[in-house]
T-cell receptor, first 112, second 110 residues
Framework: KAGVTQTPRYLIKTRGQQVTLSCSPI?????VSWYQQTPGQGLQFLFE???????NKGNFPGRFSGRQFSNSRSEMNVSTLELGDSALYLC???????????FGDGTRLSIL | DQQVKQNSPSLSVQEGRISILNCDYT??????FLWYKKYPAEGPTFLIS?????DKNEDGRFTVFLNKSAKHLSLHIVPSQPGDSAVYFC?????????FGAGTILRVKS
């Protein structure tokens, strides 16, 4: 069974640009969550999608947005990038929110 | 507001001995707890979980203990192996949210 796939693995952008990250969940998983990981901060929850609807949202500014497609694939978009957005962005999928989440290997985003 | 806290940033243990990783939480609504392990350049991997109706769950070398009155859980690894060296995250689920701690770096010395 294929795992969670995130693309791209690495990305370098400059301040003010925007970026779109992609996540393909495990087949059959309908819940997709996004997290930001920075040193010392653990995994900060961004948002969760289920059946193309955002079910939950963390405490991030509106520059961070996402969507989920009918095949459960999800994208995350960050607009007007700031230096502080440099982080590892992780996507996780599960059958539903009360089931263990399976993580992809993340996208390392660096802002210059 | 850190609802899930892992107060030890790092832990060093000799191979073959027990590793004990601790986690405290503040929200009484949390009713399901998980531990994840993360190697560099990889995403976290699910290790073991426990429901609030239990106080212990065991899976091979890994045991998770839950003390609801103290709002505390711990992960025991016995015996510890060098391959266990990684970052360990505890996570708590409740109120439709999964909240992670900041992680503890475990180093197992051979």
């Amino acid at each position: 069974k294929a795992g969670v796939t995130q693309t791209p693995r690495y990305l370098i952008k400059t301040r003010g640009q925007q970026v779109t990250l992609s996540c393909s969940p495990i087949s059959g998983h309908r819940s997709v969550s996004w997290y930001q990981q920075t040193p010392g901060q653990g995994l900060q929850f961004l948002f969760e999608y289920f059946s193309e609807t955002q079910r939950n949202k963390g405490n991030f500014p509106g520059r961070f947005s996402g969507r989920q497609f009918s095949n459960s694939r999800s994208e995350m978009n960050v607009s007007t990038l700031e230096l502080g957005d440099s982080a590892l962005y992780l996507c996780a999928s599960s059958q539903d929110r009360d089931q263990p989440q399976h993580f992809g290997d993340g996208t390392r985003l660096s802002i210059l | 507001d850190q609802q899930v806290k892992q107060n030890s940033p790092s832990l060093s243990v000799q191979e073959g001995r027990i590793s004990i990783l601790n986690c405290d939480y503040t929200n009484s609504m949390f009713d399901y707890f998980l531990w994840y392990k993360k190697y560099p350049a990889e995403g976290p991997t699910f290790l073991i979980s426990i429901s609030s109706i239990k106080d212990k769950n065991e899976d091979g070398r890994f045991t998770v203990f839950l003390n609801k009155s103290a709002k505390h859980l711990s992960l025991h690894i016995v015996p510890s192996q060098p391959g266990d060296s990684a970052v360990y995250f505890c996570a708590a689920f409740g109120g439709n949210k999964l909240v992670f701690g900041a992680g503890t770096i475990l180093r197992v010395k051979s």
